[in-house]
């Protein structure tokens, strides 16, 4: 797998978190990440937003240390940025990325993901 990443710029705190460049963004690594319920309740929960979403509005049933660990692979595997504002981390949907790597996909994934939870009550 590619290991050049773009970089953000240093909060004032100096976190950075690395991103995968819209040109290193796999198709399996995208697969691997929506293929987990508790990243794709996230993944949803994003595309139904217009903006960024703290760390803290998603309500998983996991420990902490689990949530954190699924946040990281949707962002290594390029589905979500995320940056930090203030002591917050804040989330966002590449959707623009993925649209164009992988036009349709997001949203037929977000249309099954949507028909799978009527079916089953969730």
């Given at each position: 797998m590619p290991t050049?990443?773009?970089t953000p710029e240093a909060t004032p705190q100096g976190r950075?978190?690395?991103h995968p460049?819209?040109?290193?963004?796999?198709?399996?690594?995208?697969?691997?990440?929506?293929?987990d319920p508790m990243r794709l309740k996230v993944v949803r929960t994003l595309a139904e937003e217009p903006g960024e979403l703290s760390c803290s509005v998603f309500d998983l049933p996991v420990s902490k240390s689990t949530s954190t660990h699924h946040f990281r692979v949707?962002?290594?595997?390029?589905v979500i940025n995320q940056v930090y504002r203030g002591t917050a981390k804040m989330n966002?949907?590449?959707r623009a990325d993925l649209d164009t790597l992988f036009p349709g996909l997001l949203d037929s994934v977000l249309?099954?993901?949507a028909r799978q939870a009527g079916r089953l009550g969730g």
């Open positions: 050049r990443t773009t950075l978190l690395e460049d819209t040109a290193d963004i796999r198709l399996e690594a995208v697969l691997h990440a929506l293929s949707l962002r290594e595997s390029g966002a949907l590449r249309r099954a993901a």
